[in-house]
């Protein structure tokens, strides 16, 4: 028989940890540094500053160390209408904090008793936003594709593209592509995206391709070409790429970014 779970003392034994690997360091009359028991997902301690204001009011804030950090590792949180810049404003509504334009996470509050809350709600909102230089599942395919425009606007000198095209089958599905590149001036690159390549990914693209070749036939003044562009490639996806192959489908790991050039960049 198992012993009787104490929830009392197992909650004060937690709760004297955090307070052992906590610790605030005043830095002069008005600011104070918490470094925090909790690390972000690179392994960094995160701290945040506490200042009492001259109007009276107090702020906790993350000096702008969050964003700098994962913007500095190559991950684009900020640009405006993008899936992660949209996540991270989501974030910050539901725990009422703000962004300078420094891009400080902080929240201000007038009242001292308060100070306890705010820091926890600066604190939730800095782990969930380092999160997005991951980002879950459902919201992938949406911040890939953002990596995707960024990095070809930024080299805008070097690719001609359209975005927004889509294509009618045989079977009256119509399929909405993600690029349609141009590396000469018949060349029409139908490109779709995908996180990852597998059995049903294949599946799937080979499908579209079969049901738009009517459309393909009834265009003969373009060459067009279809391509799967992955994030990364791994062994498990070797499989699938050869098979796609045989059928003409081109697949391009975007982190291969020479492969990509060659592939997409105007020749």
Known sequence: MSDVIDSVEIANEWLEKLNNQSNFIPLDGNKIRFNTPFVDPFGDQISLLITSNHNSTYTVSDQGYTIWNIESRGTNLTKNNSVRFKLLQSILYTNKASLSNNFDIYKTTASRQEVAQIINDILDSVIKISDLAFGSRSNARGMFKDDVLDYITENKKRFSFDIGFSVKGKSNLVYDLDFVFHQKIKDTQWTKLYTSLNKNVSEMVMGIWLDTELYRKNNPGNDISFNVLVKEMDLKSTQFKDNLIQH????????????????????
């Open 248 to 267: 003409n489908i081109n697949v391009i790991s975007f982190d291969d970014k020479e492969d990509f050039e060659k592939n997409f960049a105007i020749s």
